[in-house]
């Protein structure tokens, strides 16, 4: 990582529209999440932006460069464990913010009570996704066979990955 | 399994009232469910009842004995892994009920168009089911360490629990 300069900050309504920008695109790249062209603005809202999700941006010179979002993954007996998603605009990826937004999200998550963080859905081919998770002390716990219909390599496998906090 | 005779049907709206008050007696346990006693019957019919969730319930002499549901377990690019749950009344355990709705809930999910089958959350300590999905050929593909509050034990580990159809 070079010395960028970045701040990650609380997300605020003025921030949706680029965060559902470039929730479209990844979408559409159909090579990173499960959500699809098809998915409504509101469906990512609820996921990413709405309560009892926290949602944090980060900025690179002003400029809006990627966001995160944190949450319970189960209901009830299950809550006490984080699920997070990540995203790092195309023209900032390469510097590091992914492992940037990672470790912030993982003391926010700390800060929040939560006790472990889970990942439902990591495409194994999306390697520095995978690279950057285990940097900030995630490790694989499940391998779904096939359970992503990638763009341009039809089915691939999925990792479960998880951490204690 | 003695000879009991059982009928697995669709269920229908005059369903619905069972069905909810065993999700209910299910989460009240603490010992099987991350739903617990704060969970909303709208929460629990968007889960187990409706579209896109397929619902049956089985039947032994007449009377409401059971239930289960499949729906996809992902959005979009993961829409083709099924996820379903099961819930077999007290008072008819012990009869293979459990195994003869999830083998029931592989062949719907075969017809729906599937190609595997995902549970996200069971209970490592609730053997007999983690011994009937095992029977229906599932295996576990990942452990997630202490993810669950039991209501007796404490935290206890989780399995997910994969098999292709």
Redesign the interface.
């Known amino acids: 990582m070079t010395s960028t300069t970045f701040t990650i900050r609380s997300a605020t309504e003025a921030d949706w529209p680029a965060i559902w920008a470039l929730f479209r695109s990844a979408?559409e790249s159909?090579d990173v999440?499960?959500?699809?062209?098809?998915?409504s603005e509101e469906?990512a809202r609820k996921l990413w932006f709405e309560s009892p999700a926290v949602c944090f941006v980060v900025e690179v010179e002003g400029k809006f460069a990627g966001t995160y979002y944190v949450r319970p993954n189960?209901?009830?007996?299950?809550?006490?464990?984080a699920n997070a998603g990540y995203m790092v605009a195309p023209e900032f990826r390469g510097l590091g913010l992914s492992v940037a937004l990672c470790e912030h999200s993982v003391e926010v998550a700390r800060k929040l009570g939560f006790?472990?963080m889970?990942f439902?859905?990591v495409v194994s081919t999306n390697e520095s996704a995978v690279r950057a998770w285990q940097k900030c002390c995630f490790a694989v716990?499940?391998?779904?066979?096939?359970?992503?219909?990638?763009?341009q390599l039809g089915?691939v496998d999925?990792f479960?990955m998880?951490r204690?906090l």
Do not use: I
């Open positions: 979408a159909g999440f499960a959500y699809d062209e098809s998915t469906t189960q209901p009830g007996r299950g809550d006490h464990v006790c472990a889970q439902n859905f716990v499940g391998r779904l066979s096939g359970a992503f219909r990638h763009k089915l999925v479960v998880y204690t």
